[in-house]
């Protein structure tokens, strides 16, 4: 049994379809990567997964069970997190306050508390009473992965996360990533950046107007291919 799957997964904002009936699965310990254009439809898979889209009950299911109605803090208790697009740090608050706030909705116990944060990011502790606005963007980005840790997810899911920051600064982001895994969580990447995605993605879904247009694993799909998936046949 897959660790999280869709089925038939649609979604709507008001009368606008965003998703057309998409299957993903995610097997327990797997890293995924969702690619594709501007408006494929990334963002609400992941939004919809997190509970910020509720949906039908049976179109997804944790463990087999189905979690599609759920709104997004009990989501996060059945150890779903998210790290958003454009990090939404708390501005007021402290890098440490934010981190705070995602343990919240912890489901149990697990790896992931400040000092095991602070571990995999130490310029965070460094920085832990400065507000999480001045920070770097990179910086900002490792706060919002830390805050999602901090609930100890099972299912860890990234929006973006290379978006705007400077090459070095996404490596570094992306070396903590096999520190997330020995944790224990399966990972949802969405990604721009392809060739980030490919290097650290199991398997890569592509999608195409609210559709998935290609799957597979990194080796066994062509440029040609992903070509054809994100911008469709010519
Ligand atoms: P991007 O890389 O631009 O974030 P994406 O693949 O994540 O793209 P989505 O943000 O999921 O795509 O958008 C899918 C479609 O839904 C697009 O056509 C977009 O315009 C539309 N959409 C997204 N958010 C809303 C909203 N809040 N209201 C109405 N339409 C929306």
Not at 57 to 64: R, S
Not at 105 to 125: A, I
Request: glycine share 12%; with cysteine; proline share 5%.
């Amino acid at each position: 049994m897959a660790l999280l799957e869709t089925r038939k997964l649609t979604a709507f904002y008001r009368d606008f379809q965003a998703l057309f009936g998409v299957d993903i699965r995610l097997e327990e310990g797997e890293t995924l990567a969702i690619i594709g254009a501007n408006g494929a439809g990334k963002t609400t898979l992941l939004r919809s997964l997190s509970g910020l889209i509720t949906n039908q009950p049976g179109h997804i299911l944790l463990d087999g069970r189905p979690i599609g109605a759920m709104p997004a803090p009990d989501v996060v208790a059945q150890g779903i997190a998210m790290v958003p697009e454009g990090r939404k740090l708390f501005p007021s608050l402290t890098v440490e306050e934010n981190l705070q706030i995602g343990a919240y909705g912890r489901s149990g116990s697990g790896t992931w508390t400040l000092g095991t944060v602070y571990d995999l990011f130490p310029v965070l502790k460094e920085r832990r009473n400065s507000p999480g606005t001045a920070l770097s963007g990179g910086q900002q980005q490792m706060v919002a992965i830390g805050r999602a840790l901090m609930s100890n997810p099972r299912v860890l899911l990234c929006d973006e996360i290379s978006l705007g920051l400077a090459p070095v600064v996404i490596k570094d982001i992306y070396a903590a990533f096999p520190r997330i895994r020995e944790a224990g969580a399966s990972i949802i990447i969405v990604e721009q950046d392809i060739g980030q995605a490919l290097k650290v993605a199991d398997r890569v879904y592509c999608m195409m107007e609210g559709r998935i247009t290609l799957s597979g694993m990194p080796g066994a799909i062509s440029r040609d291919d992903i070509h054809a998936a994100y911008f469709g046949a010519h």
